[in-house]
């Protein structure tokens, strides 16, 4: 068996593995967005500034974002989660927050790209796409 032989019989399962790391990574994401609408407080706030993320080979923009608490305190962070797009929106513009009620500095966008669940959906997508092409190509393989 030569190592190109060696490498298309792994590859299969290489797609199969992926697309199941990918896909439970999607569904932790899409729990994680679910349980933090359901679970954390709702403010009005805006977002009135970003900040670019240039780690590795690509920039991802992350917007700035700011409400007034129960307290009467006003909150600013950092949002989680970003786009590599950035917005056509001028800044400062209103958005839904959702804050975390047991660290009340620690707030992000509700709903949206901005929100994780578009991150959540892709790898979902991807990861069922994958694993069923590793499957199929897997059993295609063991027959012939």
């Known amino acids: 068996m030569t190592s190109s032989d060696l490498v298309f019989r792994l590859l299969p399962l290489a797609f ?3 697309g199941i790391l990918m896909l439970i990574f999607g569904v932790r994401t899409a ?12 403010y009005q706030g805006e ?3 970003y900040v670019w993320d240039n780690s590795g080979d690509s ?4 917007w700035m974002i700011r409400w007034i608490d129960n307290q009467g305190v006003q ?3 950092r949002n989680p ?7 056509l929106k001028s800044f400062p513009f209103p958005v839904e927050i959702l804050v975390n009620p047991d660290d009340p500095r620690q707030g992000q966008v509700a709903g949206g790209a901005q929100s994780g669940l578009t991150v959540a959906i892709a790898f979902i997508a991807a990861g069922v796409v994958f ?6 190509w897997s059993v295609s393989t063991l027959i012939n």
């Open 59 to 62: 920039s991802t923009q992350h």
């Open 131 to 136: 694993a069923l092409v590793g499957a199929v």
């Open 31 to 42: 729990v994680g967005v679910r349980h933090r609408r359901l679970t954390w407080l709702r």
């Open 75 to 77: 909150r600013t962070a």
């Open 16 to 18: 199969l593995v992926g």
């Open 47 to 49: 977002a009135f500034d």
């Open 81 to 87: 989660y970003g786009v590599s797009g950035g917005t």
